[in-house]
T-cell receptor, first 112, second 115 residues
Framework: QKEVEQDPGPLSVPEGAIVSLNCTYS??????FMWYRQYSRKGPELLMY????GNKEDGRFTAQVDKSSKYISLFIRDSQPSDSATYLC????????????FGQGTRLTINP | NAGVMQNPRHLVRRRGQEARLRCSPM?????VYWYRQLPEEGLKFMVY????????ESGMPKERFSAEFPKEGPSILRIQQVVRGDSAAYFC?????????????FGEGSWLTVV
């Protein structure tokens, strides 16, 4: 069993839709949770960073962490074609940047 | 304001050859991390280095792989006697100090193809 599970998709939605991306995990020691966006043949770009449980909002993006269920989500409101990318969840036990554990990534396409 | 620079971006090697991937961290960053992304998989941690020091190499395969970050020059990930299974994207990341994953910046990756 992988430490972090993420549905690889692909996920295709119309422009303007609300997108929900999710990850589950098995290691209850994870405390730091991240979402990255990765365009094709590019490096991952940090979108959201949260500590422990709760919600965090940044513009059209909202990250949720439910540690009791070992479940994290990323919501994208008013989705745009430019949001088409692969979204990777990542998490770590410690605050440091090493040993991030990534999900497989969900490939998202926003159709105009 | 250059970001994390990786080269080469694309590398083709025959089985048994050596591959050397280079990473120059962002200006002011002293910590370097290497991650590998196999096809259709997420990134997997390989090694964490500071100048002249390997801090954590728990993700490195036991054989054929090595990494260094010398006092001068870029960090280098070396893969000896490459095999087809080494074909992957190798990402370098850097941070100013090990203060948190929100300080880490990834390069654009080096794509290794072993034929």
């Amino acid at each position: 069993q992988k430490e972090v599970e993420q549905d690889p998709g692909p996920l295709s939605v119309p422009e303007g839709a609300i997108v929900s991306l999710n990850c589950t995990y098995s290691n209850s020691a994870f405390q730091y949770f991240m979402w990255y966006r990765q365009y094709s043949r590019k490096g991952p770009e940090l979108l959201m960073y949260t500590y422990s449980s709760g919600n965090k909002e940044d513009g059209r993006f909202t990250a949720q962490v439910d540690k009791s269920s070992k479940y994290i989500s990323l919501f994208i409101r008013d989705s745009q074609p430019s949001d088409s990318a692969t979204y990777l969840c990542a998490m770590s036990v410690i605050q440091g940047a090493q040993k991030l554990v990534f999900g497989q990534g969900t490939r998202l396409t926003i159709n105009p | 304001n250059a970001g994390v620079m990786q080269n080469p971006r694309h590398l083709v090697r025959r089985r048994g050859q050596e591959a050397r991937l280079r990473c120059s961290p962002m200006k002011g960053h002293s910590h370097v991390y290497w991650y590998r992304q196999l096809p259709e998989e997420g990134l997997k941690f390989m090694v964490y280095l500071q100048k002249e020091n390997i801090i954590d190499e728990s993700g490195m395969p036991k054989e054929r792989f090595s990494a260094e970050f010398p006092k001068e020059g870029p960090s280098i990930l070396r893969i000896q006697q490459v095999v087809r299974g080494d074909s992957a994207a190798y990402f370098c990341a850097s941070s100013p100090k090990d203060r948190g994953a929100n300080t880490i910046y990834f390069g654009e990756g080096s794509w290794l193809t072993v034929v």
